[in-house]
């Protein structure tokens, strides 16, 4: 069964920064990729960040790109989200996704953690 639980989500001021976990099990990591999504209040859930745990290489959202950084720590089975210069646009509940590598679209996902930025 898979388990995504997210963490490290609160409040900070615009400029400031947060570091978001993602501890994940009942996942063979080698065949799936992993990534961040966030829904703002009356938005749609949007794209941030993903992973491949294999190799490792990501993509982001042009919003967040230079701001964001994602990485994942395989000992620890975890995923994370590094959030620098954070603006009140990046207020969000955010959302730990995975899915195998052979399938289009996200299909395991976090409860989700909140993240408010005020300016």
């Known amino acids: 069964q898979v388990q995504l639980v997210e963490s490290g989500g609160g409040l900070v001021q615009a400029g400031g920064s947060l570091r978001l976990s993602c501890a994940a099990s009942g996942l063979t990591f080698s065949s799936y990729a992993m990534g961040w999504f966030r829904q703002a209040p009356g938005k749609e859930r949007e794209f941030v960040a993903r992973?491949?745990?294999?190799?490792?290489?990501?993509y982001y959202a042009d919003s967040v790109k230079g701001r964001f950084t994602i990485s994942r720590d395989s000992a620890k089975n975890t995923l994370y989200l590094q959030m620098n210069n954070l603006k009140p646009e990046d207020t969000a509940v955010y959302y730990c996704a995975a899915k195998r590598i052979s399938d289009y679209e996200f299909n395991y996902w976090g409860q989700g953690t909140q993240v408010t930025v005020s300016s």
């Open positions: 992973i491949t745990w294999a190799a490792g290489s990501t």
